[in-house]
């Protein structure tokens, strides 16, 4: 399974990608990261490209109106939106090569209207990814299947955590095999970079494009130990790391961390971070400054990915009792 890293805008992390060998999500609607990520793909990264969709949406029909006065309008025919999408096709028949994925320009609200999409990128000679949101009818998925679709995005996950779960499970139960460890069709999931979810589901990707959030605010994510002595990221667990603290804040602090699993795990972590040996009190002094939690992050991202990309014993088939059949 591959973790995807929102593009960043720092030198400092985008060579300790490079580094470590991160996957990498970008987006049309930032123009300007389009010749980074095509940088990133030149330095041997996977990268996929997203169409900047909800972002579009969000700058120019989201903020406008009241969404009720959105849904069942036909704002995707007008000529912003046109134009739009017409930029996007223009460069993907540039550079789409050159880049692993790219997702099609979906329609906020309306599957019909994405999927017209889609089929417009397709007879423009390309082959976006579709994008299926919370809610889509199963037959649209059936739909794409019969077109020789080989990998869906699934987005718009925010919400009641059950009632989505029972959308995605239907997914999997009714769509996706697991041959031999692999998932077919491949699954990507928008936004959701949880242990829950890969215990549940047998993803092919998930992305983040929030993990610099951690950074901003003074915090990182650790790695705990297993019994075996090595690392496991079972669990998504946030240390703050940061001196400046409020009297109400909760939550462990990087000397308990310290404590948790021992010096010598600390700086273990630490080498595989920046490459050397530091010591504890200069790791600290490090992750003062964001650009090092953000070098810290990309790599606690890189060893999750890896990590999950063992697991075999999804959630999603275990579960006998409920169906959602097409």
Not at 188 to 208: C, E, M, N, Q, W
Request: with cysteine; charged share 30%.
């Amino acid at each position: 399974m591959r973790i995807l890293l929102g593009l960043t805008n720092s030198p400092g992390e985008l060579e300790q990608m490079v580094r470590v060998g991160t996957s990498v999500l970008g987006s049309f609607y930032d123009r300007r990261g389009l010749n980074k990520l095509l940088e990133l793909k030149g330095a041997g990264l996977w990268v996929m490209l997203d169409s900047g969709a909800f972002t579009w949406w969000n700058k120019n029909v989201g903020t406008s109106k009241e969404i009720k006065d959105v849904i069942g309008t036909d704002w995707s025919r007008g000529s912003g939106f046109e134009r739009y999408k017409r930029e996007y096709i223009d460069w993907l028949k540039k550079f789409g090569s050159f880049i692993d994925v790219y997702v099609t320009l979906d329609v906020i609200f309306d599957p019909e209207r994405t999927w017209e999409v889609w089929k417009e990128m397709r007879e423009e000679g390309l082959n976006p990814v579709p994008v299926v949101h919370y809610g889509t009818d199963y037959s649209l998925i059936e739909k794409y299947l019969e077109e020789g679709v080989e990998y869906i995005g699934t987005g718009g996950l925010v919400g009641g955590r059950k009632v989505i779960s029972q959308w995605m499970d239907g997914i999997f139960k009714n769509f996706v095999k697991v041959d031999g460890g692999k998932p077919f069709p491949k699954v990507h999931i928008f936004g959701a970079v949880t242990p829950d979810v890969f215990k549940r589901y047998p993803l092919y990707s998930a992305d983040s494009t929030g993990w610099k959030k951690y950074c901003a605010y003074g915090f990182v994510p650790v790695p705990l130990v297993g019994r075996s002595g090595e690392f496991t990221f079972e669990t998504l667990f946030v240390v703050k790391v940061t001196r400046r603290r409020t009297s109400g804040e909760k939550g462990k602090c990087f000397s308990d961390y310290v404590k948790m699993v021992g010096e010598e795990v600390v700086k273990k972590v630490a080498k595989e971070v920046f490459g050397e040996e530091v010591g504890v009190q200069e790791i600290e002094e490090r992750l003062q400054d964001s650009i090092e939690r953000g070098k810290w992050s990309i790599w606690y991202y890189r060893g999750m990915e890896k990590w999950w990309s063992k697991f075999k014993d999804w959630e999603v088939y275990r579960v006998g009792s409920r169906k959602y059949l097409v």
